[in-house]
């Protein structure tokens, strides 16, 4: 069933992260499921970013891998880019193997461009009006490599989403308050009340 590419989807505050994010429950093998092992899913998420995305993308449209090649590019750059800001979010520190690794295949998506192409990394000066999603997501990780950035990426603990903490004081939780934070209050109902149940059966 086709994914429905809406807000929720791209909680993670940079293209990059919601790349990252299209695995969801990563830290639980039995229940990790890729949204990308659907090849059809990645253009309708390419359109999708563009869109949602607008601010960060300076208005620039994003294109598909045109074959399987440049969409395991893609991949292995994706799960370059999970390791190496999950790390940073758990660890607060960015370990030389995955910035290597990050750097390697990003390396390999931006060589497919024309070797004249501007890339500048602020969005308001950005000059290419298309860009590949692999490279878009490539450019859109150099950013996050900032110390405060940096320092504000978080794991969502329900879904295992990277997201940008960008609250004032730093106490966002949950990658979607209205997705994971309300399905984690009505797991606390849920055990409160079974609780419950258990004491009074137990008193009886």
């Avoid at 790390?87 to 990003?106: I, N, Q, Y």
């Avoid at 390396?107 to 308001?124: G, K, N, S, Y």
């Avoid at 859109?140 to 997201?163: A, D, F, M, T, V």
Wanted: hydrophobic share 40%; proline share 5%.
């Amino acid at each position: 069933m086709a994914v429905e590419w809406n807000e929720h989807r791209f909680s993670g505050g940079a293209l990059a992260l919601d790349m990252v994010n299209t695995v969801i429950y990563r830290e639980v093998p039995d229940r990790r499921f890729d949204r990308f092992a659907d090849r059809q899913e990645i253009p309708r998420f390419a359109e999708a970013a563009a869109r949602l995305r607008a601010e960060e993308l300076g208005g620039t449209a994003l294109t598909p891998p045109g074959d399987e090649t440049e969409a395991g590019e893609m991949l292995s750059l994706r799960e370059a880019i999970n390791a190496l800001f999950r790390e940073a979010a758990t660890k607060g520190a960015v370990r030389a193997d995955h910035f290597a690794a990050f750097l390697s295949h990003g390396a390999a998506l931006t060589d497919r461009l024309p070797p004249d192409m501007v890339l500048p990394l602020e969005a308001e000066k950005r000059a290419a009006k298309t860009l590949p999603l692999g490279a878009a997501a490539f450019l859109s990780g150099l950013r996050l490599i900032q110390p405060e950035r940096l320092s504000r990426i978080r794991i969502c603990p329900n879904c295992h989403w990277l997201y940008i903490d960008n609250s004032r004081n730093r106490s966002r939780r949950w990658c979607d308050m209205n997705v994971c934070g309300n399905r984690a209050k009505a797991r606390r109902h849920y055990e409160r009340k079974r609780t419950a149940i258990g004491k009074n059966h137990a008193e009886h």
